[in-house]
């Protein structure tokens, strides 16, 4: 387990301010004998928070073509046939994953080959749930073309608390099954549009982790 590097400046300063609030409390509270273990505490219980949100998992990747495997950690909140109006314009098979502040935040390709599409969209901060969220919200869309020829469209989409969408990919860039390809902080959702043919692998509530639940077979 690592601390990803999107959170390594923001721990940082959050170690400095909790130790200026807690030298405060210390210097004009020092006498009362509550107020500083009190201080204390809800600085650790603080910092353990972000601290947890920012980690990043280390563990092999069992690749395979036949297999789109969850982009990320969170709960499957929509599974329904759709139509993807930005790139592909045709019906697909939607499946979303809402991925709360507890989550692990690493986006990770759910599939390998070229990215064929990418663009982002400025937008509003709906809550990730909301059905007008992955069309309103700010939000990154990306398509990667398989080597079978197969286009698979993955969407980060922010949330009401998600106010950074960060994407490490390009058109043209080859991405691998599993590699990391984004990460969204404080709370946010991933949708990822399927042939109709696709096989389903998780049903509504599951939870799935990213980089090695399969979600579907294709």
């Known amino acids: 387990m690592t ?21 405060l409390v210390y210097y004009f509270a020092g006498e009362s004998e509550y107020a500083l273990p009190l201080s204390i505490s809800a600085s650790i219980i603080i910092f353990l928070l972000v601290l947890q949100f920012f980690r990043n998992p280390k563990f092999n990747v069992n690749t395979n073509p036949k297999h789109i ?6 709960k499957v909140v929509v599974i329904e046939d759709t139509i993807e109006e930005e790139y592909l314009k045709d019906k697909r098979k939607q499946i979303s994953i809402f991925m709360s502040p507890i989550n692990v935040h690493v986006n990770r390709n759910p599939v390998s080959g070229i990215i064929s599409y990418f663009k982002y969209h400025p937008g509003k901060y709906l809550v990730a749930w909301h059905p007008k969220s992955s069309l309103e919200n700010e939000r990154t869309t990306i398509a990667v073309k398989m080597e079978t020829g197969l286009e698979v469209v993955f969407r980060q989409v922010a949330g009401a608390m ?5 994407w490490y ?13 984004g990460f969204i902080k404080f709370g946010s959702r991933v949708d990822i549009y399927l042939p109709l043919d696709a096989e389903i692998k ?13 979600i579907a077979e294709v």
């Open 162 to 166: 998600a106010r950074r969408i960060k």
């Open 169 to 181: 990919v390009k058109e043209g860039d080859k991405v691998d099954q599993g590699e990391e390809f």
């Open 69 to 74: 495997i969850a982009p990320a950690d969170g």
């Open 202 to 214: 998780v049903d509504i509530g599951e939870k799935t982790k990213g980089g090695r639940t399969i």
């Open 3 to 23: 601390i990803h590097k999107e959170g390594r400046v923001l721990l940082i300063a959050m170690l400095l301010i909790l130790t200026g609030i807690n030298l």
